[in-house]
């Protein structure tokens, strides 16, 4: 039988392959081929030790002769105790997913890298096993690289962080994150990332962080990931227990994550502007779910379901700066009120310069929508929404200094003590706009809503 030139390339590669894995040092065996060609991995003579020998020399002399071949580090099955490892440009390490463990030593943290280009590492699991770590450390740290690429590993049982990244630019995605004393992945700086279709569970304190130093561009993707069981170990009023934490870092895309069991919010913008949240899935959230706060210009939030939350949507602090927003076609449900104290039981607040249309909010003690406080109001339209079984349906602020508010099309029902509603502060006041005239209060255009 002759056989031809595709068979040919694919039986070399199986063979080489199969070379490299019974290989006990060098690099693999290529297919035969008239000029030599580069390799495709090597084990550099390294073997599991079942993590009774600290192997973190022999580890580094490997890695290094990796980065300076090209030669991609190949770590069979098992388990290989060693401390920290630094990595150079280039260092590319694969192992056997989920069976290729690094298990924590000595050193502050497992795997490190600085001021380097092309690092990626796939199918490895960084085991800490709780012991300590360097304080704000994390079992992957990396700064100052571009092209980081880390995929199909595993992070666990860290006494600080999963991952730190500061100024990193790169992808990472497929990976479990857990078990974490304080944050899965903390991102400082921008570089340009991705953070894609990981699992993030049980961590101390928050999941996701993308922080700068200062206000500015950042345009980190977060997105697909799959986030649960957020404590709030370290206290706070708001900086810890959340998903995904963005903090001065504007035009982050957060789309399409599914989030649950957060202590406060599923999302939270912290002077993030041009922030869209979109087609995420919330769940149990014990504070604000999708939060937009402080110096914020511009953030969309659409297209997101929440369901059981202490507020599901706030835009807020337009005496901080926070305005300009969209906030559409979100479905809330199953909303309560703290129990520390009355407060929240809210459906969406808004302040400043904003659209609220299209939303299906149902189960709200206190407010569907919630508009202005105080004289914190201007400019906002809010149609076409449907509220059911609240406490108010709709209430906005009448302050003497309070801005103009449109209040259009809406379909209320349902509603314990009125369907839209003047508010004084906490306070509400007059006739039930959805019913009567609202000509005595000159901020309001209330109109052509329905109230059952």
């Known amino acids: ?16 392959f199969g070379a490299g894995l019974t290989a006990t040092a060098g690099p693999r065996a290529a297919p035969a081929r008239e000029t ?19 192997q973190t020399a022999t580890l580094q ?38 069976l290729t463990i690094l298990r924590y030593a000595n050193g502050g943290a497992i795997l490190d890298t600085e001021g380097t280009d092309n690092v990626r590492l796939t199918g490895l699991v960084l ?11 994390a079992l992957l740290t990396a700064t100052e690289a ?78 697909g990931n799959r ?11 708001g900086q810890n227990g959340n998903g995904i ?29 041009n922030c869209q949240m979109i087609a995420n899935s919330c769940t149990r959230l014990g504070e604000v779910a999708l939060y937009a706060e402080y110096t914020y210009e511009g953030v969309i939030i659409a297209n997101n379901i929440v369901d059981a939350a202490a507020m599901g949507i706030s835009v807020t602090n337009f005496n901080e700066g926070g305005r300009l927003a969209v906030v559409q076609g979100n479905v ?42 105080g004289d914190f109001l201007r400019d906002v339209s809010v149609s076409d929404n449907v509220i059911r079984k609240s406490h108010i349906g709709i209430g906005v602020s009448v302050s003497p200094s309070a801005g103009t508010a449109l209040i259009t099309d809406n379909l209320i029902t349902g509603t314990k003590d009125g369907a839209i509603r003047a508010m004084d502060g906490p306070k509400a006041i007059g006739p039930d706009l959805a019913k009567q005239s609202a000509e005595a209060y000159g901020n309001l255009a209330v109109y052509a809503n329905v109230a059952r």
């Not at 071949?69 to 069979?76: A, D, E, M, S």
């Not at 104290?341 to 909010?361: F, K, P, Q, W």
């Open 332 to 373: 809330i449900r199953n909303l309560f009120l703290r129990k520390d104290a009355d407060t929240r039981g809210i459906g969406i607040g808004v302040e400043a310069d904003s659209v609220v249309s299209d939303n299906v909010i149902e189960g709200a003690p206190a407010y569907g929508i919630l508009i202005g406080w």
């Open 227 to 237: 986030i649960e069981r957020i404590a709030a170990k370290s206290g706070g009023s």
């Open 36 to 54: 030599e060609t580069p390799q495709a991995f090597s084990t550099y003579g390294i073997a599991p030790a079942d993590g009774v020998i600290d």
């Open 245 to 273: 934490n963005i903090f001065r870092a504007g035009s982050v895309l957060v789309n399409a994550n599914r989030i649950a069991d957060c202590a406060f919010s599923a999302i939270r913008a912290n002077s993030g502007s």
């Open 61 to 98: 002399v490997a890695a290094d002769e990796a980065a300076r071949t090209g030669v991609p580090l190949f770590l069979p099955a098992g388990t290989y105790a060693t401390g920290r490892l630094s990595l150079k440009s280039g260092t590319h390490i694969e192992g056997v997913p989920g």
């Open 127 to 137: 085991d800490g096993g709780g012991q300590a770590l360097e304080p704000d450390g």
């Open 1 to 16: 039988m002759t056989l031809g030139r595709r068979q040919l390339l694919v039986a070399g590669l199986g063979a080489g």
């Open 146 to 223: 571009t092209h980081f690429d880390v995929a199909d590993c595993r992070f666990l049982g860290s006494s600080e962080n999963g991952i730190v990244l500061r100024r990193v630019a790169g992808r990472i995605a497929n990976c479990e994150i857990g078990d974490i004393e304080h944050a899965a992945l903390f991102q400082r700086g921008r570089a340009g990332l991705e953070i894609a279709h990981n699992h993030v569970r049980d961590c101390g304190d928050n999941g996701i962080l993308v922080w700068r130093s200062a206000l500015g561009e950042d345009s980190t993707l977060v997105t």
